[in-house]
């Protein structure tokens, strides 16, 4: 199998520790690892102490670069988004892979195929959700890249849909790579040690696990509206970066007199993470839109049924896994949870399917997958340049 010099924009797997931050990881230590070969070159705009680049900087194959002296005259925020293209253009590279929305805005000084992973536009999707400055940074930069971009990897259906709706990128130009998920998730646990990481966190009763960002697009309102119709000794428990949307969560809280059964987890160790999806009674994903949902597939990794919302891409994450509703139907939500708390037969169906629906997120398929779009961009490319 022929090699491949691989350049990565690095950002984010350096520096998030959530989100995007695990993607980069992902596809980097997938494709390193399968891939031995290939030689990888992560860029990044700084360093920053991140045990979870641990593992990836212990590959033979990988290595990590920053600016050197000399390189950055303008800050590092400039070195990424202009002055990329000169380094890659002096190199080996064969390829360059924008891993979190954006590529340099002068890629095309670079001389080689590019590909950019689109992971959402909420930003269009839901504009309310962001300040105008933000939206047009976000169009200028993401758009750009789709149309600069040899081939784009989309994460889901619904984000393909939209890329080709609001950026006019011709489907063929669109490849699926679904995201995958931490084989973290996919570890065994004893019930000793879910018990201990439950205590770890100060939960008891039994609880509903919500993941992610709690801001308005991810819906916790939805949950904790439900949780009025639900047993009195179930606990909501969220997990995730608090914002002021936080505030409104918990006034209604107290209005609907459940203020004491919602529990706030913030800056949960990932370790942690897998422990307390398998010692929840269900995981909860209400959110109104997605680019993928990857919270629904690490609770169907884990084994633990779940209820998603309708209307963007989470029936593509938990498949038959998991119980849908509309994220404004209350009653609806309340009687899926209910369900899944009362029905052992329809838990046990959806935790065979849901295994088996997350078994076709491996790692080392989404390495594979994602590399065959590089050796497409390649192609591409050259035939571009040939007929030029």
Request: hydrophobic residues 40%; proline residues 7%; contains cysteine.
């Amino acid at each position: 199998m022929k090699s491949i010099r691989i350049a990565y924009d690095a950002k984010r797997a350096v520096q998030n520790m959530t989100g995007l931050g695990n993607y980069s990881r992902l596809i980097i230590e997938s494709i390193g690892r399968e891939y031995p070969s290939d030689r990888l070159t992560l860029f990044a705009p700084r360093h920053r102490d991140n045990p979870r680049m641990a593992g990836i900087l212990a590959l033979p194959n990988v290595e990590l670069r920053f600016p050197q002296k000399g390189e950055a005259p303008l800050g590092t925020a400039f070195w990424r988004t202009f002055g990329l293209p000169r380094l890659l253009a002096r190199g080996d590279y064969e390829i360059y892979h924008g891993l979190s929305n954006e590529l340099p805005l002068n890629i095309s000084r670079a001389g080689i195929p590019s590909v950019v992973t689109m992971h959402d536009v909420i930003y269009r999707r839901m504009p309310q959700c962001y300040s105008p400055i933000d939206r047009k940074i976000y169009d200028l930069k993401y758009g750009r890249s789709c149309r600069q971009a040899t081939r784009i990897i989309a994460i889901s259906e619904c984000t393909k849909r939209d890329v080709m709706e609001y950026y006019g990128v011709p489907e063929e130009k669109i490849d699926i790579v679904y995201q995958g998920v931490d084989e973290i998730f996919k570890r065994p646990f004893t019930p000793a040690e879910i018990e201990q990481a439950i205590r770890k966190h100060g939960l008891q009763k039994p609880y509903i696990l919500q993941v992610g960002s709690i801001e308005e697009r991810k819906n916790a309102m939805l949950s904790v509206r439900a949780l009025t119709a639900l047993p009195a000794d179930i606990e909501l428990v969220l997990v995730g970066r608090p914002t002021p949307y936080l505030d409104k969560v918990l006034k209604k809280a107290e209005r609907l007199g459940v203020r004491s059964r919602v529990r706030l987890l913030h800056g949960v160790p990932f370790p942690d993470l897998p422990l307390l999806y398998r010692g929840a009674a269900a995981a909860a994903y209400p959110s109104r839109y997605e680019g993928f949902g990857l919270p629904v597939l690490e609770a169907l990794t884990c084994g633990t049924p779940c209820v998603a919302a309708t209307g963007s891409c989470l029936e593509e994450a938990g498949g038959p896994g998991a119980l849908y509703v509309d994220p404004d139907d209350t009653p609806a939500m309340a009687q899926a949870l209910n369900k899944l708390l009362t029905d052992s037969d329809l838990r046990e169906t959806l935790r065979a399917e849901g295994l088996r629906h997350a078994d076709r997120f491996r790692g080392a398929d989404v390495a594979a997958n994602t590399r065959t779009v590089y050796l497409k961009a390649i192609e591409d490319f050259r035939a571009k340049s040939s007929a030029q």
